[in-house]
């Protein structure tokens, strides 16, 4: 005989996943949307972390002589990444140079050259560069770690004012050509001189970011030795001029800021 159980009898309904969030066949649209959802997240993280850093600028200043005259072509070379030389622009709320590593981003760099006693017009090509990693220690190895001393025919070519550099040692990042005279040349169209021929100023921006460590003491007491050759960014000033009696200079002023990230 069939007994009923006793109570009402329960209608259970079987549990599956809502709609709204059930998987869907992946879809061109539905994968462009994802895309772009996370790089929107990425941006608003980055824009996060920017506003956390802790920025400075340093400066450094050079004043030199570029001697011609018994010789019909130079170089001069000058190393910019020596934290231990450079000196603050501004106070910071925090003290970057106290931090153990730090981080360079550019270089700015302004530049002024004056004509001397030279008796003929002095061709300039100058050049920002840096090291190239395969060939960075040969190079120093050849010049006994000073650039003022790269040889002519295997690190660079002079062939009157023209100047190549050497792209197996060197990355180049700004190039500059220009001739500066001892004489205003005459201005054919005003009737006047112009006295931008006795001199020349110009400047450039170079981003280069390179990570500075220290290794018993913070970043800014670096030397020239303490940083990495592919860390270091140079200024290579060729000059070229007819020779003539006695030695003629022309001054080359540069300054320099950096700015670095914490």
């Not at 994968?31 to 956390?52: A, D, H, M, P």
């Not at 010049?143 to 197996?168: E, F, M, Q």
């Given at each position: 005989?069939?007994?009923m159980?006793?109570?009402?009898?329960?209608?259970?309904?079987?549990?599956?996943?809502?709609?709204?969030?059930?998987?869907?066949?992946?879809?061109?649209?539905?994968?462009?949307?994802?895309?772009?959802n996370?790089?929107?997240?990425?941006?608003?993280?980055?824009?996060?972390?920017?506003?956390?850093?802790?920025?400075?600028?340093?400066?450094?200043?050079?004043?030199?002589?570029?001697?011609?005259?018994?010789f019909?072509?130079?170089?001069?070379?000058?190393?910019?990444?020596?934290?231990?030389?450079?000196s603050?622009?501004?106070?910071?709320?925090?003290d970057?140079?106290?931090m153990?590593k730090?981080?360079?981003?550019?270089?700015?760099?302004?530049?002024?050259?004056?004509s001397?006693?030279?008796?003929?017009?002095?061709t300039?090509?100058?050049?920002?560069?840096?090291?190239?990693?395969?060939?960075s220690?040969?190079?120093?190895?050849?010049?006994?770690?000073?650039?003022?001393?790269i040889?002519?025919?295997?690190?660079?070519?002079?062939?009157?004012?023209?100047?190549?550099?050497?792209?197996?040692?060197?990355?180049?990042?700004?190039?500059?050509k220009?001739?500066?005279?001892?004489?205003?040349?005459?201005?054919s169209?005003?009737?006047?001189?112009?006295?931008?021929?006795?001199?020349?100023?110009?400047?450039?921006?170079?981003?280069?970011?390179?990570?500075?460590?220290?290794?018993?003491?913070?970043?800014r007491?670096?030397?020239?030795?303490?940083i990495?050759?592919?860390?270091?960014?140079?200024?290579?000033?060729?000059?070229?001029?007819?020779?003539?009696?006695?030695?003629?200079?022309?001054?080359w002023?540069?300054?320099?800021?950096?700015?670095?990230?914490?």
């Amino acid at each position: 005989m069939y007994i009923m159980a006793y109570g009402r009898r329960r209608n259970f309904r079987k549990r599956g996943i809502k709609k709204s969030i059930a998987w869907k066949k992946p879809t061109a649209q539905n994968q462009k949307r994802q895309l772009w959802n996370l790089s929107k997240q990425v941006g608003r993280l980055q824009t996060v972390q920017r506003s956390l850093r802790n920025y400075g600028r340093y400066g450094l200043e050079f004043d030199t002589e570029l001697a011609t005259g018994l010789f019909t072509h130079g170089v001069k070379a000058i190393n910019l990444t020596i934290p231990a030389n450079w000196s603050n622009i501004f106070d910071n709320p925090v003290d970057l140079g106290a931090m153990f590593k730090a981080k360079t981003l550019s270089y700015q760099l302004d530049n002024i050259i004056t004509s001397g006693s030279h008796l003929n017009p002095v061709t300039y090509t100058y050049f920002v560069v840096s090291l190239k990693s395969l060939t960075s220690m040969s190079l120093l190895n050849d010049t006994s770690g000073d650039l003022n001393n790269i040889i002519d025919g295997r690190h660079y070519s002079a062939i009157g004012g023209l100047v190549h550099i050497n792209r197996k040692y060197f990355n180049v990042h700004y190039v500059k050509k220009f001739v500066v005279t001892s004489v205003e040349f005459n201005d054919s169209l005003s009737g006047g001189s112009n006295p931008q021929t006795t001199y020349k100023r110009f400047g450039c921006k170079v981003k280069f970011p390179r990570m500075l460590l220290g290794d018993q003491y913070a970043w800014r007491g670096l030397t020239k030795d303490d940083i990495k050759p592919t860390s270091r960014l140079y200024v290579l000033c060729f000059y070229n001029s007819p020779a003539e009696f006695g030695i003629a200079s022309n001054n080359w002023k540069m300054n320099v800021v950096n700015t670095v990230v914490g």
